[in-house]
């Protein structure tokens, strides 16, 4: 018992000193508005340009977006009526995007597939016959044929489906009662394709992760302590060991389990208020775990990321409303992106961090440049700001619990200017500065 407490305390302390470390060189992004951009899924190309898959409210249809570069192209995948609600994106070797993701019916709900051959959208039919399509996750093969796990809500199942160049087959992975909610997909690439998912297992409220052993679907419980298991997101090592992130729905809980060999190690990664949900895992070269996810507390998206030695944790974006899912992916220099579904304003988010990647010309020519001065100070601190075209600027500063403390507002012309901000008790603080549709976050530290 004292081993977790001091675990815990640990956690806590890199909470803050990472917090103020990295959170000032993230970037956000507006990529479309109107109530588009909820259940975002992610994925970078080889060049590391993001496509993003998305489901617009207002048309009720399935959505696309890619950027070159130096724009935004968005495009409507599927517009019949209630397609894509659930839906995730997975690149090829070509850099062609797939998308698998339900179409609801009049009496089904149909799992599709959805391939940019270069110029149009081709769509199948993947599995018909019930409630289908639910969280799906998609991934192509070494082949570059795509594979698919979701789960078939009127059976209550985990079901898997593959492409073998000519047909769609499909299977039940487990037919326990009510399992297979927040399915997870990767393909074992050490041996072979095999693939391998986590899910949750809604009827006894645990974490499950199943892998195709040659002939026969092997199950494992991972973690059974209370009800737990919610948005799980799956990676493997280089080793083909598995990691998985989800969320503890008893403690309201961010947790990581990963595979070494012999044995499953769980540990809490977040637990600072009701956070985890939405997470999405990825790992980088080192297989080091990278996670984004929900903080519903204080409505803010977080990242955490393992160093080889400790966690560090930062603030991504804040005033989200009803976030809950996030989509991760890291680039060729292993930092990460983040795409996700701002539910107050109704947007399509996409974040990134460091100096690196395609958005360095983005934020050059477009974001807001800040800098926080004196930092840390004793009473008060000027943020100023250089933007390269008119706008109205907004300016949001927010606590380290993710609370806006203050806001600013007002129309400024092309060029360098700066705000005072004053009676802020000690602490660590993040401002905000968005100029149309983009922005940039500084941290800074009062101290009295």
Known sequence: MSS??????????????????FADEWQTEVVDTNGSGYLASLALDSSDHPHISYYDWVSSGLKY??????????????????SGANSSIAVNSSNHPGIAYCKAG???????????????????????????????SIQF????????????????????????GSNWYNCVVDSD??????????????????????????????????????TYWAITTVDAAGETGAWTSLELDSNGYPHISY?????????????????????????????????SLAL?????????????????????????????????????????????????????????????????????YGPTGIEDDITESNSPLTRVYPNPANESVEVSFFITYDSWVDMQVFNLSGRLVKTFGNSYQNGQH??????????TYFVKVQAGDYSSMESFVIIE
């Open 4 to 21: 977790r407490i001091v675990s815990l305390t640990a956690v806590l302390i890199v909470t803050t000193v990472f917090s103020n470390a």
């Open 65 to 82: 977006a890619y950027s070159n570069g130096s724009s935004w192209s968005i495009m409507f995948v599927d517009t019949t009526y209630s």
């Open 106 to 136: 009049t009496r089904w709900t149909v799992l599709k597939y959805a391939y940019f051959n270069g110029t149009t959208w081709d769509i199948a039919d993947v599995d018909t016959y019930g409630q289908l399509g639910y969280t799906p």
């Open 141 to 164: 093969d070494a082949a570059d044929l795509p594979s698919i796990s979701y789960r078939d809500e009127f059976n209550e199942r985990l079901k898997y489906a593959y492409y073998n």
């Open 177 to 214: 009662t009510d399992v297979g909610k927040y399915t997870s997909l990767e393909l074992e690439t050490v041996s072979a394709n095999y693939p391998h998912i986590s899910y949750y297992d809604v009827g006894r409220g645990n974490l499950k992760y199943a892998y195709l052993s040659e």
């Open 247 to 279: 969320y503890d729905i008893t403690n309201e809980n961010l947790k990581y389990a990963r595979w070494n060999g012999s044995n499953w190690s769980i540990d809490i990664i977040d637990y600072a208020g009701r956070v985890g949900e939405g997470t």
């Open 284 to 352: 980088d070269s080192n297989d080091h775990p990278h996670i984004s996810y929900y903080d519903y507390s204080n409505q803010s998206l977080k990242y955490a990321r393992w160093n080889g030695s400790s966690w560090g944790f930062s603030i991504v974006d804040v005033g989200l409303g009803n976030l809950y899912y996030t989509s991760l992916a890291l680039d060729s220099n292993d930092q990460p992106r983040i795409a996700y579904y701002d539910a107050d304003d109704l947007n399509l988010m996409y974040a990134w």
């Open 418 to 427: 700066s705000i005072s901000i004053d009676d802020l008790t000690s602490g």
